[in-house]
């Protein structure tokens, strides 16, 4: 697969997001890592790039406008934290994720309280952290990563993954109806 060179990203776009400020979890790789190559494209001033492997997200580092954050996305004081370090954010792309295969009677209370906590807690954190800012700064976006193992059927050795997308559905709708009249989508 062949990979763009940091200015060939830089230049292309529309400029959709001309002077945004730019958070994505899951950084380093997959969708994480095309949607922070894509806001840059678009013309973000800043992207906040979270990932827990610090080798990958390194690579990141040859974009100009990527700060890069080592970050467990399950620890949600070190996700406060970031959000008191950092100004307003235009958009807020949450979208880390795991898999859990099996089905309820092969989940163990562990796997199913790991997949709760990387999914939809995770998400819970972000927001609540960086909500605040947003709300202060008159408005922004909010993007939860779900997937049609919930929307549209559930999908075969993946319930506790489909639990954990339905619950993102639902924590998504919740906030947008709770605070589109403060400006966030």
Same mark, same amino acid.
């Given at each position: 697969?062949?990979?763009?060179?940091?200015?060939?990203?830089?230049?292309?776009?529309?400029?959709?997001? #001309?002077? #945004?400020r730019c958070l994505v979890t899951a950084a380093?790789?997959? $969708?994480?890592?095309?949607?922070?190559?894509?806001? $840059?494209?678009?013309?973000?001033?800043?992207?906040?790039?979270?990932?827990?492997?610090?080798?990958?997200?390194?690579?990141?580092?040859?974009?100009?406008?990527?700060? $890069?954050?080592?970050?467990?996305?399950?620890?949600?004081?070190?996700?406060?934290?970031?959000?008191?370090?950092?100004?307003?954010?235009?958009?807020?792309?949450?979208?880390?994720?795991?898999?859990?295969?099996?089905? @309820?009677?092969?989940?163990?209370?562990?796997?199913?309280?790991?997949?709760?906590?990387?999914?939809?807690?995770?998400?819970?954190?972000?927001?609540?952290?960086?909500?605040?800012?947003?709300?202060?700064a008159g408005g922004g976006?909010?993007?939860?990563?779900?997937?049609?193992?919930?929307?549209?059927?559930?999908?075969?050795?993946?319930?506790?993954?489909?639990?954990? #997308?339905?619950?993102? @559905?639902?924590?998504?709708?919740?906030?947008?109806?709770?605070?589109?009249?403060?400006?966030?989508?």
């Amino acid at each position: 697969m062949a990979t763009s060179t940091s200015s060939e990203t830089e230049k292309k776009g529309l400029g959709r997001l #001309k002077g #945004k400020r730019c958070l994505v979890t899951a950084a380093a790789q997959g $969708i994480g890592r095309t949607t922070v190559e894509t806001f $840059i494209r678009e013309g973000a001033s800043l992207v906040v790039a979270v990932d827990i492997n610090a080798e990958k997200l390194e690579e990141l580092r040859a974009f100009s406008v990527v700060d $890069i954050r080592v970050l467990d996305v399950r620890d949600g004081v070190a996700i406060h934290k970031l959000a008191e370090e950092l100004d307003a954010l235009d958009v807020l792309f949450n979208c880390a994720g795991y898999v859990q295969a099996g089905n @309820i009677l092969e989940t163990s209370e562990e796997r199913w309280d790991y997949s709760f906590d990387v999914n939809v807690k995770s998400m819970f954190h972000f927001i609540k952290a960086f909500l605040p800012k947003m709300i202060a700064a008159g408005g922004g976006s909010i993007i939860n990563m779900s997937s049609v193992a919930s929307t549209i059927r559930g999908i075969e050795a993946r319930c506790v993954y489909g639990t954990t #997308k339905a619950a993102v @559905i639902g924590l998504t709708k919740g906030v947008a109806r709770d605070f589109v009249q403060k400006g966030i989508r």
